[in-house]
Nanobody
Framework: QVQIVESGGGLVQPGGSLRLSCTVS????????FAWFRQAPGNQREWVAT???????AYAASVKDRFAISRDNAKSTVYLQMNSLKPEDTAVYYC???????WGQGTQVTVSP
């Protein structure tokens, strides 16, 4: 069974940066695609970014040109580099192996002065 652990969240001022990590176990990591999602209070979970097994990427319009998803197959880890953060980026961020029903506990990102 796939196990996912997200980390790296925190409190940051507007315009700041954070890098989230998603460590995966129980799965053959390298050929799999992964995605980051986020959920703000009172909102549905929304897709943020995807990275394929070949390293291809896609982003939601709201984060394109500010966020960057990457992966380190040797460490079975997916990253989300978040720059120029805005208060509306505040949410719990989750990582998911596409096609898997497994989710981690999420990591809280709060963007506030």
């Amino acid at each position: 069974q796939v196990q996912i652990v997200e980390s790296g969240g925190g409190l940051v001022q507007p315009g700041g940066s954070l890098r989230l990590s998603c460590t995966v176990s129980g799965s053959t990591f390298s050929p799999k695609a992964f995605a980051w999602f986020r959920q703000a209070p009172g909102n549905q979970r929304e897709w943020v970014a995807t990275i394929t097994g070949f390293g291809g990427t896609a982003y939601a319009a709201s984060v394109k040109d500010r966020f960057a998803i990457s992966r380190d197959n040797a460490k079975s880890t997916v990253y989300l580099q978040m720059n120029s953060l805005k208060p509306e980026d505040t949410a719990v961020y989750y990582c998911n192996q596409l096609g898997s029903a497994s989710w981690g506990q999420g990591t809280q990102v709060t963007v506030s002065p």
